[in-house]
């Protein structure tokens, strides 16, 4: 049987002695990786250590605001959003539908991989994962300058603001980006309310139509690894 690794990257509980202490629950064949910090207490690794035995590796949640150092035949790679087994062909790599994920930052993390070398993987992105907009990190950046001196040190790339839409349910999720008549709808619902907001911080409001065709063509150059990741992770446990 398969022995899939699905790691929830959503921080990991840091000793005081800077050891680092993860919670590793395994249920059959499935090993999950549960953290409980804040971030940055080396979860990559872990994660790069346990992919090396798996057949399936999922990133769960989150989104290009961190990232991890890799190092394979020799040579450094930074990882932001890809799971870490993309550097073993036969490992599955999920980028499951709790992530919030930037097409455009995929794309270059993809395209540095590609000048590495680095052509041979399988990647598969959740239809339901939600979509960074440019608007959420304009908007990112503007919430964190209003907090003057309690500021929380956001990397103002829209990580945040992506997560409020989707959890009210106005975001745009991954699967949107492949019908170009529900994206232009749901882009003109979201651009009612962004620009209302980017106006009221003192901010150029967004272009529907710049947005809409630069969207669309990052929805086509991902398509062949857009799918139901649930379904795909379902019967890979069975």
Known sequence: GYLIKITIFVGVKLCHDAKVALNIVTMGNTLVVVGAQWGDEGKG?????????????????????????????????????????????????????????????????????????????KLFISDRAACVMPYHAMLDGAYEALKGGRQIGTTKKGIGPAYTDKYSRVGIRIGD????????????????????????????????????????ELGERLRPMICDTSVLLNRLVE
């Open 45 to 121: 690794k872990i994660t790069d250590f346990y992919a090396g035995d798996a057949d399936v590796v999922v990133r769960h949640q989150g989104g290009n605001n961190a990232g991890h150092t890799i190092v394979f035949d020799g040579k450094k790679f930074a990882l932001q959003s890809i799971p870490s087994g993309v550097f073993n062909p036969h490992i599955i790599n999920v980028m499951a539908n709790g992530m919030v994920i930037n097409p455009v930052s995929l794309l270059e993390e993809l395209d540095r991989l590609h000048k590495a070398g680095i052509t041979d993987y």
């Open 177 to 216: 980006l492949l019908d170009k008549e529900y994206f232009a709808e749901r882009l003109k619902d979201a651009l009612m309310q962004k620009n209302i907001e980017l106006k009221a911080l003192s901010m150029e409001p967004c272009d529907f139509d710049t947005i809409y065709n630069q969207y669309l």
